[in-house]
């Protein structure tokens, strides 16, 4: 694996392996198995989300950073196919 294992980053390395790496970034799930972010469906993302946010009586660094760097695939997803939409309107005329 690269520099962007989970376990051992703190808030700021990990936002800057996101800002190097982007959505290939690895996430790791639960049961140990390392998968990039782009290779993870919208329903896990959000289910990825849920886990952080329910885990947060502790909120550390890496969780804060996870949390954004997981909404911020998301919102990135949403905006491609809100741009996929507009584009198909204008080339179809509807």
Same mark, same amino acid.
């Given at each position: 694996?690269?520099? $962007?294992?989970? @376990?051992?980053?703190?808030? $700021?390395?990990? /936002? ?8 290939? /970034? ?7 198995? +390392? ?11 959000? @289910? #990825?989300? %849920? $886990? !952080? ?11 804060? #950073?996870? =949390? +954004?760097? /997981? ?7 949403? =905006?491609?196919? =809100?741009?996929?939409? %507009? %584009?198909?309107? !204008?080339?179809?005329?509807?």
């Amino acid at each position: 694996m690269e520099s $962007t294992k989970v @376990h051992f980053q703190n808030y $700021t390395s990990l /936002l800057e392996d996101y800002k190097e790496s982007g959505n290939s /970034l690895y996430w790791t799930m639960e049961d140990g198995v +390392y998968i990039r972010i782009k290779n993870m469906d919208d329903e896990y993302l959000n @289910h #990825a989300l %849920k $886990t !952080l946010n329910i885990k947060r009586k502790h909120i550390s660094g890496t969780r804060s #950073a996870w =949390i +954004y760097i /997981l909404e911020d695939e998301l919102m990135k997803r949403r =905006i491609n196919k =809100i741009k996929r939409i %507009k %584009k198909n309107i !204008l080339y179809n005329g509807i």
